[in-house]
């Protein structure tokens, strides 16, 4: 439990200072600042989050797990959880390895679907991990980076930082990139970032509701999405709007 190491650390026993050949007053001072922003977990404003036992009923070996980062408006707060989410996945992903190759079978895929992107690029320690994954993708790991348009990668730092480096090598290290429609005043940017043909940058504002530009290397579709009446209730994100505005009629 997190509020007995943090008790630990702020007052290390004397077989820890030991091995470390030190004082127990010198290690308590030396370890303090990790103390207390792990006290910020347990009672401060961060209490509740990681300082109690898992919400039963969680299941995180599904074949699709969703983390709803909605309510983490906070960036520390969203940073915290994507760190453990990071963490969780990569450690899903040893274990799935681990056990293909103890059963001498091929490791299964795994699809990272990572939505509203630009909020989470912020922090540095995301935009690594997700550099690392992007990286690593051949075996077997699929990442889908998704954002509303490219502009979106500015919120992730000041321009020469760590975290827009990032982002927008993630652009790079993507071989397959999909473009909906975009206004007008997006295109320009749009096409200078992604390499676009004058003429693929003229077809971005008027492309139908479905149709995705899609650049596969260096090969170039349009493609009319569909999907079933299955994924309907899936991918449809009007509901609650349409809801809320009929409520008001």
């Known amino acids: 439990m997190l509020p007995a190491l ?3 650390l702020f007052s290390p026993p004397d077989h820890v200072a030991k091995e470390l050949a030190t004082s127990r007053h010198k ?3 030396e370890i303090r600042t990790v103390a207390l922003a792990l006290r910020r977990l347990c009672n401060g404003d961060l ?11 969680l299941r995180l070996d599904g074949k699709a797990v ?3 980062l909605s309510g983490c408006s906070d960036s520390t707060v969203l940073g915290l959880v994507m760190t453990c989410v990071s963490a969780w996945q990569q450690a899903m992903i040893t274990k799935l390895h681990a056990d293909a190759e103890r059963l001498g079978r091929p490791p299964a895929k795994v699809i990272n679907v990572f939505d509203e992107a630009w909020r989470a690029l ?3 320690g995301i935009g690594e ?5 992007f990286k690593l993708s051949r075996e077997g790991r699929q990442n889908i980076v998704v954002m509303h348009r490219l502009s979106d990668l500015t919120a992730a730092g000041s321009a020469g930082s760590r ?4 982002a927008e090598g993630l652009l790079h290290d993507a071989s397959t990139r999909v473009i909906y429609r975009q206004v007008r005043d997006n295109v320009p940017r749009t096409s200078e970032a992604l390499g676009l043909s004058s003429v693929e940058a003229d077809l971005l504002p008027d492309l139908d509701d479905g149709v ?10 349009l493609v009319q999405h569909r999907y079933s009446s299955l994924e309907a209730p899936i991918v449809d994100t009007d509901g609650a709007m349409l809801d809320s505005f009929a409520g008001r009629i």
């Open 163 to 166: 975290e827009r480096e990032l």
């Open 122 to 124: 912020a922090i540095t």
């Open 212 to 221: 995705g530009l899609w650049k596969v290397g260096s090969r170039s579709f």
């Open 47 to 57: 209490r509740g989050m990681f300082d109690g036992p898992t919400t039963p009923g």
């Open 66 to 68: 969703i983390v709803d």
């Open 129 to 133: 991990w997700l550099q690392s994954a």
């Open 27 to 29: 290690l308590a001072k």
């Open 6 to 8: 943090v008790e630990l």
